[in-house]
């Protein structure tokens, strides 16, 4: 990607991949929909690359699988369709926000990450699992939602947590406090 990097106020993607090569994309006000697979990076030496908005939030809305590595976003929701079964991994980034809406996050998998928000829901799927990996959750005013079948967890850190699973690990974990929580076969480590 070059300098100055702008979409249009409503952009949808194919898929693949982009390398914001230590660039800024100012998505500020936009809303982009992702109808395939797609993988955005920063191969920058320094990892300055970012999605950025300094005003209004805009919605980054996936349908597939979207794969986040070695970038920053600032004030970017990351949104999981309601219309299908989303997938999302996450590895060594600073992320504003993961969300999901309608029950239909197939399977998150966040390693190496910090985030300001989390919110991530595959109650509708019977094989829905979230997989963390150190994580550090920074806005401990905000309630962190998890709800899947399947939660594993090892070395996180976080503020009040709503958790939902059937089954998993949540291992070395520093979770401040949980609420309407529910843990059938759950194992649970904490710091």
């Given at each position: 990607?070059?300098?100055?990097?702008?979409?249009?106020?409503?952009?949808?993607?194919?898929?693949?991949?982009?390398?914001?090569?230590?660039?800024?994309?100012?998505?500020?006000?936009?809303?982009?929909?992702?109808?395939?697979?797609?993988?955005?990076?920063?191969?920058?030496?320094?990892?300055?690359?970012?999605?950025?908005?300094?005003?209004?939030?805009?919605?980054?809305?996936?349908?597939?699988?979207?794969?986040?590595?070695?970038?920053?976003?600032?004030?970017?929701?990351?949104?999981?369709?309601?219309?299908?079964?989303?997938?999302?991994?996450?590895?060594?980034?600073?992320?504003?926000?993961?969300?999901?809406?309608?029950?239909?996050?197939?399977?998150?998998?966040?390693?190496?990450?910090?985030?300001?928000?989390?919110?991530?829901?595959?109650r509708g799927l019977a094989d829905s699992s979230i997989t963390m990996e150190n994580v550090e959750i920074e806005d401990t005013s905000t309630v962190v939602r998890l709800y899947a079948q399947k939660v594993n967890m090892k070395n996180v850190v976080s503020g009040t947590?709503?958790?939902?699973?059937?089954?998993?690990?949540?291992?070395?974990?520093?979770?401040?406090?949980?609420?309407?929580?529910?843990?059938?076969?759950?194992?649970?480590?904490?710091?």
């Open positions: 990607m070059g300098s100055n990097n702008k979409l249009a106020k409503k952009t949808t993607i194919a898929g693949g991949t982009i390398d914001l090569n230590g660039h800024i994309l100012d998505l500020n006000g936009y809303d982009v929909t992702v109808n395939g697979d797609l993988k955005i990076i920063d191969s920058s030496k320094e990892k300055t690359g970012a999605l950025n908005s300094t005003g209004e939030t805009p919605y980054f809305d996936f349908n597939n699988k979207l794969v986040l590595d070695g970038i920053k976003s600032n004030n970017v929701d990351f949104y999981g369709n309601k219309t299908n079964q989303s997938e999302i991994e996450v590895y060594n980034s600073e992320v504003y926000y993961i969300h999901r809406t309608g029950k239909r996050l197939k399977s998150a998998i966040i390693k190496d990450t910090k985030t300001d928000k989390l919110y991530i829901d595959g947590m709503q958790l939902s699973a059937s089954n998993g690990i949540v291992d070395n974990a520093k979770i401040t406090s949980t609420s309407a929580a529910s843990f059938a076969a759950l194992t649970i480590n904490l710091l």
